[in-house]
């Protein structure tokens, strides 16, 4: 069964610019949670789709978005990008049963650089 | 405030000579607390899920425990490859999906 995966492995922008990142689930698993990995501040969550629609978010400003698609594939975008900015953003889908705790599985990460 | 904490913060070992890593947690209801290994550039990669207080499970080399405060992961006659970051997230009763990570433990095994 293949992983999680994430397209594109690595960007380049400058400050002010947009960007989207974008996440293929497991087959099957139709929850999506987005990650900001950063060597100061560890992985943070940032937010979660479950059936095309946001369940939960993290505590990031407005400039972080996203959505899900009916396939569960999900994407990710942050405008005016900061330099702060600057991490491994990752992806983890999981199968979402009801009742009880659900592993997540985690992509390999899209590494931005915000110069 | 849920919250994480694992220590030491980074742990060198020889080869063969076994240690523990520690993660205490407080939160409101705990749904599952997990495990995961991360290499240098890569994403988590998954270890262990433990539901409730007293649960063990293995894999290979490692063994992880449960309590109503923290969680160890013991590692038996570690090798070079175990060399890695390991980080413990847990995930409350009524956060969803939300993980909530530590810092994680870095670990360095020598040969």
């Known amino acids: 069964k293949a992983g999680v995966t994430q397209t594109p492995r690595y960007l380049i922008k400058t400050r002010g610019q947009q960007v989207t990142l974008s996440c293929s689930p497991i087959?099957?698993?139709?929850?999506v949670s987005w990650y900001q990995q950063t060597p100061g501040q560890g992985l943070q969550f940032l937010f979660e789709?479950?059936?095309?629609?946001?369940?939960n978010k993290g505590n990031f400003p407005g400039r972080f978005s996203g959505r899900q698609f009916s396939n569960s594939r999900s994407e990710m975008n942050v405008s005016t990008l900061e330099l702060g900015d600057s991490a491994l953003y990752l992806c983890a889908s999981s199968l979402d049963p009801a009742g009880g705790g659900d592993t997540q599985y985690f992509g390999p990460g899209t590494r931005l650089t915000v110069l | 405030e849920d919250q994480v904490t694992q220590s030491p913060e980074a742990l060198r070992l020889q080869e063969g000579e076994s240690s523990s890593l520690n993660c205490s947690y407080t939160?409101?209801?705990?749904?599952?607390l997990f495990w995961y290994r991360q290499d240098p550039g890569k994403g988590p990669e998954f270890l262990f899920t433990?539901?409730?207080a007293g649960e063990e499970k293995e894999k290979e080399r490692l063994k992880a425990t449960l309590t109503k405060k923290e969680s160890f992961l013991h590692i038996t006659a570690p090798k070079p490859e175990d060399s890695a970051t390991y980080l413990c997230a847990v995930q409350a009763r009524n956060y969803g999906q939300n993980f909530v990570f530590g810092p994680g433990t870095r670990l360095s095994v020598l040969p």
């Open positions: 433990l539901y409730s």
């Open positions: 789709y479950f059936s095309e629609t946001q369940r």
């Open positions: 939160v409101s209801g705990l749904r599952g």
């Open positions: 087959s099957g698993h139709r929850s």
